[in-house]
T-cell receptor, first 111, second 117 residues
Framework: GNSVTQMEGPVTLSEEAFLTINCTYT??????LFWYVQYPGEGLQLLLK?????DKGSNKGFEATYRKETTSFHLEKGSVQVSDSAVYFC??????????FGRGTSLIVHP | EPEVTQTPSHQVTQMGQEVILRCVPI?????FYWYRQILGQKVEFLVS????????KSEIFDDQFSVERPDGSNFTLKIRSTKLEDSAMYFC???????????????FGPGTRLLVL
């Protein structure tokens, strides 16, 4: 079946550090790929998405590239801020429009 | 900016009781969804709803669960005879239904934390 695997957290960084959160997906079909972010006390918000191979999604300094050859969609940011502290979810769409989510990765950024 | 709202934010109930979780999707959206997240686990799809009927449901969404759109704005999830393992965060989401469904953005509410004792 469809699944998404993302690195376990928490990821703890100092402000201005480089961030990578790994995500891989099962290669069935032609999924769209998403990163959602959940700030404390809030619901999931779409951070970025890519709908086909080699597409790069970007938003708020975050980027992720749809890599079909490695079935990956790693999230990166060059310089994290304290306000980026949140839980990040990787997701893929299935044969329908229902996304399959990863377990989430908690990011903690210290000043 | 329009947003999905959910009430209550927290609910505590006794095992065997019925609960109704409420959601107000974004007003011009056509698709509605319920997800749940057991503490420390992944977000799991429960059900999607379109044109006043269930369009897709997961194996989790058994006869214990039902959904309804009782009026033009609310979208509810009813859990009959709650069990301890129903304790989770329940998220409602909606999407516009105007583009390729596979790539469409879903907008999530803040969630209702349900605790069954």
């Amino acid at each position: 079946g469809n699944s998404v695997t993302q690195m376990e957290g928490p990821v703890t960084l100092s402000e201005e550090a480089f961030l990578t959160i790994n995500c891989t997906y099962t290669a069935t079909g032609y999924p769209s790929l998403f990163w959602y972010v959940q700030y404390p006390g809030e619901g999931l918000q779409l951070l970025l998405k890519a709908t086909k191979a080699d597409d790069k999604g970007s938003n708020k300094g975050f980027e992720a590239t749809y890599r079909k050859e490695t079935t990956s969609f790693h999230l990166e940011k060059g310089s994290v801020q304290v306000s980026d502290s949140a839980v990040y979810f990787c997701a893929r769409s299935g044969g329908s429009y229902i996304p399959t989510f990863g377990r989430g990765t908690s990011l903690i950024v210290h000043p | 900016e329009p947003e999905v709202t959910q009430t209550p934010s927290h609910q505590v109930t006794q095992m065997g009781q019925e609960v109704i979780l409420r959601c107000v999707p974004i007003s011009n959206h056509l698709y509605f969804y319920w997800y749940r997240q057991i503490l420390g686990q992944k977000v799991e799809f429960l059900v999607s709803f379109y044109n006043n009927e269930i369009s897709e449901k997961s194996e989790i969404f058994d006869d214990q669960f039902s959904v309804e759109r009782p009026d033009g704005s609310n979208f509810t999830l009813k859990i009959r005879s709650t069990k301890l393992e129903d304790s989770a965060m329940y998220f409602c989401a909606s999407s516009a239904g105007t583009s390729d469904p596979k790539g469409e953005t879903q907008y999530f509410g803040p969630g209702t934390r349900l605790l069954v004792l």
